[in-house]
């Protein structure tokens, strides 16, 4: 026996070929009638969502590079307006501690001449004082000193003509 009368699937068989190729007429008919259509219109319809999406994508994509390009250019903005900020902060900063720093000296010289001022004040008042409590010592010791002498009538009397001399002589 040969191979081919073994395998019936290998050997032509006129009434299989014939029953094969009307039944696949049949269903080439029938799908090319009631599915081709359909099935070529979801095709084109899946081709043209594909394509939209993929037109959206490339349109997102555009703008994504946009607004990265947008967002670095506001971020170097910022940067450049925080790094203004700081500088006029910091200038503000040293004019402010220069200010004060001024004003401190002038507050500091117009106390200290006060301080002197008041210094001298007091070293005036405490000078007349002394010279009142010198004077007025003085007086009581000249008074007691004089009543002393002036107790005696011939010391009194001798004053009188001593200082009578020194009136004429000058």
Do not use: C, Y
């Amino acid at each position: 026996m040969t191979l081919l009368a073994l395998n019936p699937l290998v050997s032509p068989d006129p009434g299989l070929f014939i029953w094969s190729t009307v039944a696949f007429l049949i269903l080439f008919f029938l799908l090319s009638k009631f599915a081709w259509k359909p099935i070529v219109q979801a095709l084109d319809e899946r081709e043209r969502s594909i394509e939209d999406a993929l037109s959206k994508a490339e349109m997102a994509k555009a703008e994504m590079a946009k607004l990265i390009s947008e967002n670095e250019d506001l971020l170097r903005e910022a940067r450049l307006e925080r790094d203004n900020i700081l500088k006029e902060a910091k200038e503000i900063k040293d004019q402010i501690i220069n200010d004060a720093k001024d004003s401190a000296k002038t507050e500091g010289a117009k106390l200290i001449e006060k301080a002197k001022d008041e210094i001298n004040n007091q070293k005036l008042a405490a000078m007349a004082e002394i010279k009142n409590q010198v004077s007025t010592l003085s007086l009581d010791i000249a008074e007691k000193v004089l009543r002393k002498q002036f107790e005696d009538q011939d010391k009194q009397q001798a004053l009188v003509n001593d200082l009578l001399k020194e009136v004429k002589l000058n």
